[in-house]
T-cell receptor, first 112, second 114 residues
Framework: DGGITQSPKYLFRKEGQNVTLSCEQN?????MYWYRQDPGQGLRLIYY???????QKGDIAEGYSVSREKKESFPLTVTSAQKNPTAFYLC???????????FGPGTRLTVL | GQQLNQSPQSMFIQEGEDVSMNCTSS?????WLWYKQDPGEGPVLLIA?????ELTSNGRLTAQFGITRKDSFLNISASIPSDVGIYFC??????????????FGQGTTLQVKP
């Protein structure tokens, strides 16, 4: 089945540690996105990538990093520089110029 | 930048009732998307609208692209308990070129009482 997978579903880390969240898609989509969602809040864009080996900062990129070495994969690293990393992280993908984004199931990160 | 305002913020209704929510902006959009998010899950695309005045249905859901291109409406008929969740509207950011970047509303939380 085609879709977007994120792993793990739940992640716990100690303060000061970097952590990488996985996002994989087999929809053959060119564009991929990372969002952060806080309780009772909407979605805020962290980073996005329109094509392999290229990515741009979104609205809240500070404290995060990404890579796009393969079309199918867009991992997000939450660094120790991110002041408040505990949140629900959502990955999405879309075909190049089309705007419908399809989301993965999300990863809930808790920093202790 | 562009913003989307959803209303109401939350709704608590009886099973079987019809639901109506809307999304407005001070600037025009060329596409309107409606998503539903179940608790602890990713949003799922419900309906996509591409043309001013367009009315599209998906089962018990009906959405309309406003004539002014500054608003959109989502209606749910004969609500059932599984309609519970957060409904988001979204549209492409006109000032981001052809990046596919979307702007999301803050969401309408729907609760259905059996």
């Amino acid at each position: 089945d085609g879709g977007i997978t994120q792993s793990p579903k739940y992640l716990f880390r100690k303060e000061g540690q970097n952590v990488t969240l996985s996002c994989e898609q087999n929809l053959n989509h060119d564009a991929m996105y990372w969002y952060r969602q806080d309780p009772g809040q909407g979605l805020r864009l962290i980073y996005y990538s329109q094509i392999v080996n290229d990515f741009q900062k979104g609205d809240i990129a500070e404290g995060y990093s990404v890579s796009r070495e393969k079309k199918e994969s867009f991992p997000l690293t939450v660094t120790s520089a991110q002041k408040n990393p505990t949140a629900f992280y959502l990955c999405a993908s879309s075909k190049g110029q089309y705007n419908e984004q399809f989301f993965g199931p999300g990863t809930r990160l808790t920093v202790l | 930048g562009q913003q989307l305002n959803q209303s109401p913020q939350s709704m608590f209704i009886q099973e079987g009732e019809d639901v109506s929510m809307n999304c407005t902006s001070s600037s025009i959009f060329n596409t309107w998307l409606w998503y539903k998010q179940d608790p602890g899950e990713g949003p799922v695309l419900l309906i996509a609208l591409y043309k001013a005045g367009e009315l599209t249905s998906n089962g018990r859901l009906t959405a309309q692209f406003g004539i002014t291109r500054k608003d959109s409406f989502l209606n749910i008929s004969a609500s059932i308990p599984s309609d519970v969740g957060i409904y988001f509207c979204a549209g492409p950011d006109r000032f981001s070129g052809n990046t596919g970047k979307l702007i999301f509303g803050q969401g309408t939380t729907l609760q259905v009482k059996p």
